[in-house]
């Protein structure tokens, strides 16, 4: 071991000053994107020896703890666009469905007619792991396998 060894620079920092320092300043947008360490496309970083989302960090600090059972949504309409956004004036404590509901697999609920062009009605259509699925396109995928199943 060398005795010359250089001190971690972070090491003194508090978590404030190491957040800071992750955050892009440039920004005109509004938007504060964290350009640090990201997990799932969300940032994340150490406090105590353990990963934090970086929103949630700064959700608490600036706004105040968030209620148990509630997630933090990223406000499109607010200006939000994307899921490294930091700033905690895009973010609302949402249960987990309005969460859903206001993302894409929610937009997808909105969908009156699948890709090809049948319509989702209750005798049409069946869910599998909260996903909504066409019988109409269904039956047609089973009818082609089967027909390619019995020419081999």
């Known amino acids: 071991m060398y005795t010359d060894e250089v001190p971690n620079q972070y090491a003194r920092l508090t978590p404030a000053q190491r ?3 992750k955050v892009d300043p440039c920004r005109t947008d509004g938007e504060m ?10 940032g994340a970083f150490s406090v105590c020896h ?7 960090w700064i959700y608490e600090q600036k706004v105040g703890p968030i209620t148990k059972g509630f997630e933090l ?54 869910l599998n792991s909260g996903q909504r699925f066409c019988r109409a396109c269904g039956r047609e995928r089973t009818r082609a396998y ?6 081999v």
């Open 50 to 56: 353990h990963y934090v989302r970086a929103h949630r």
């Open 19 to 21: 957040f800071w320092a």
């Open 33 to 42: 994107l964290w350009i640090g360490y990201a997990q799932s496309g969300y």
């Open 146 to 151: 089967l027909l390619k199943k019995r020419s």
């Open 73 to 126: 949504d990223h406000v499109f309409s607010r200006g939000c666009r994307h899921t490294n956004c930091v700033n905690w004036e895009h973010l609302e404590p949402v249960t987990h469905r309005v969460n859903s509901l206001r993302g894409k697999r929610g937009q997808l609920n909105d969908q009156t007619h699948c890709k090809r062009g049948h319509e989702f009605t209750e005798a049409n259509t069946y």
